[in-house]
């Protein structure tokens, strides 16, 4: 099974700050990588597929990147509602796994 | 629009079962492979099954292999998980997703319903 490993676990920052999230597989996944954004009591919706495209509807200050097992998630410039949980996921090979999320408040 | 309605969560004592639902809406339900993904109180998210559009093809988490099973309707456009031999590590919400793109897991998923509430507990 493909593990997923998020760093940091949480992170503090401003409104107006570039933050970075970093997703390390356990073994090459190609591009089958995406990322989703939760808040508080609400289901989780999909902001960058296939590593770095952006999702319909999802503001230009994310941006994701990388191939094989490292990849990133980008915000440029944060704002408020920015503030929430974000998860990794490969759909590489079933078991589809998460990682373990990182939790961005405010600083 | 698109939309995924789920239900048939419980408050259920260890051991039990329950049938879970989710009826979608807005898509062509059959030319898309759906998931089930669960989130314990407090905690992330964890894949839990899958099933091709045809309901030919299924797949498990092996927390959950041989105690849950996916199937689909599509001439209800809906999709189950029957969820057995409960354990109070099952409590969770539990969310059915659908696959971005029909046919590949290439580009995630991106339409998730509201949840519906799963509570193992004596």
């Known amino acids: 099974d493909i593990q997923m490993t998020q760093s940091p676990s949480s992170l503090s920052a401003s409104v107006g700050d570039r933050v970075t999230f970093t997703c390390r597989a356990s073994?090459?996944?190609?591009?089958?990588l995406h990322w989703y954004q939760q808040q508080p009591g609400k289901a989780p919706k999909l902001l960058i597929y296939a590593a770095s495209i952006l999702q319909s509807g999802v503001p230009s200050r994310f941006s994701g990147s990388g191939s094989g097992s490292d990849f990133t998630l980008t915000i440029s410039s944060l704002q408020p509602e920015d503030f929430a949980t974000y998860y990794c996921q490969q759909t590489y090979s079933t078991p589809y796994s998460f990682g373990q999320g990182t939790k961005l408040e405010i600083k | 629009e698109v939309q995924l309605l789920e239900s048939g969560g419980d408050l259920i004592q260890p051991g039990g079962s329950l049938r879970l639902s989710c009826v979608a809406s807005?898509?062509?339900?059959?030319?898309?492979?759906m998931n089930w993904v669960r989130q314990a109180p407090g905690k992330g998210l964890e894949w839990v099954s899958r099933i091709s559009g045809s309901g030919d093809n299924t797949y498990y988490a092996d927390s959950v292999k041989g105690r849950f099973t996916i199937s689909r309707d599509n001439s209800k456009n809906t999709l189950y998980l029957q969820v057995n031999s409960l354990t109070v590590e099952d409590t969770a919400v539990y969310y059915c997703?659908?696959?971005?793109?029909?046919?590949?897991?290439?580009?995630?998923?991106?339409?998730w319903g509201q949840g519906t509430t799963v509570t193992v507990s004596s």
């Open positions: 997703a659908k696959d971005h793109v029909g046919g590949t897991s290439y580009y995630g998923v991106d339409v």
């Open positions: 073994q090459p996944i190609t591009t089958y």
């Open positions: 807005g898509f062509i339900f059959s030319s898309y492979d």
